[in-house]
C-alpha cells in the first residue's frame, strides 16, 4: 500500500516528467509565428525527393523510431507525425490524429534528453515507489507503471518512451518495443 507521501512524489514526478515532454515538444508554439519550436511537417516514403529512396531521406527527430514498430505496438495506421528539435532534447510523437475524445487518442511519444536535467529526472524517477528496473536497456532502465513511461539512461542521455493506446498508457512490453528499436538506431 502506497503512503500519502508516496502518492504525492509519484504525482510530482509525472507532473515533472509532463513538463519535460511539454517543452521537449514546444507545446504552446504558434505555428504560424515561425518559432523554430512548432512541427515541421515530415517527409513519407511517398513524398520523396526525386532521385531519393527511403534508405536516404530523413525525417528528423521522427528517425527516432521506425514507422513498422509504432504500427505493430499501436495496431493502427500511422496519421500524424509530429517532430521536434530543442537544445538538449528531440522528440517524436507518431500515431492517430488528434481529438478530444481521449479513447480515440493512440499514440508514441519518444523523446531523447541530453545534459545535466536529463540526469536528475531519471535519478529522481529511479527511486521512487513503483519503479520496476528493466534489464537489457543501455545503462540502466526503468518502468513507472503509475506514469507509463519507460526510461533508459544510455550514455549521456535519457530516452523516454510512452505509449498510449485508446487513451490509456500502455504496458511496459510495449514501451521496451519502441525503446529497443530506438536504441539500435542510434
Given at each position: 500500500m502506497s503512503t500519502p507521501g508516496a502518492q504525492q512524489r509519484a504525482r510530482r514526478l509525472v507532473g515533472l516528467a509532463l513538463v519535460c515532454v511539454i517543452v521537449a515538444s514546444g507545446c504552446g508554439s504558434d505555428p504560424e509565428?515561425?518559432?523554430?519550436?512548432?512541427?515541421?511537417p515530415s517527409t513519407t516514403a511517398s513524398e520523396a525527393p526525386a532521385?531519393?529512396?527511403?534508405?536516404e531521406e530523413s525525417n528528423g527527430p521522427c528517425d527516432l523510431v521506425s514507422d513498422d514498430v509504432v504500427?505493430?505496438?499501436?495496431?493502427?495506421e500511422?496519421?500524424?507525425?509530429?517532430?521536434?528539435?530543442?537544445?538538449?532534447?528531440?522528440?517524436?510523437?507518431?500515431g492517430t490524429k488528434r481529438s478530444s475524445e481521449?479513447?480515440?487518442?493512440?499514440f508514441v511519444n519518444v523523446n531523447v534528453f541530453s545534459g545535466q536535467g536529463a540526469k536528475q529526472l531519471a535519478n529522481q524517477a529511479d527511486v521512487e515507489?513503483?519503479?520496476?528496473?528493466?534489464?537489457?536497456?543501455?545503462?540502466?532502465?526503468?518502468f513507472l507503471p503509475n506514469a507509463g513511461a519507460l526510461f533508459v539512461v544510455d550514455g549521456?542521455?535519457?530516452?523516454?518512451?510512452?505509449?498510449?493506446?485508446?487513451?490509456?498508457?500502455?504496458?511496459?512490453?510495449?514501451?521496451?518495443t519502441v525503446a529497443k528499436d530506438v536504441l539500435s538506431r542510434r
Open positions: 509565428s515561425g518559432d523554430d519550436a512548432s512541427p515541421k532521385g531519393s529512396t527511403p534508405e504500427v505493430d505496438v499501436l495496431g493502427v500511422i496519421e500524424r507525425r509530429e517532430p521536434h528539435e530543442k537544445e538538449g532534447s528531440t522528440t517524436c510523437i507518431k481521449m479513447e480515440s487518442n493512440s515507489e513503483g519503479s520496476k528496473q528493466v534489464s537489457g536497456l543501455g545503462d540502466r532502465a526503468f549521456d542521455e535519457v530516452v523516454n518512451v510512452q505509449v498510449v493506446k485508446e487513451g490509456k498508457p500502455s504496458t511496459q512490453a510495449d514501451c521496451v
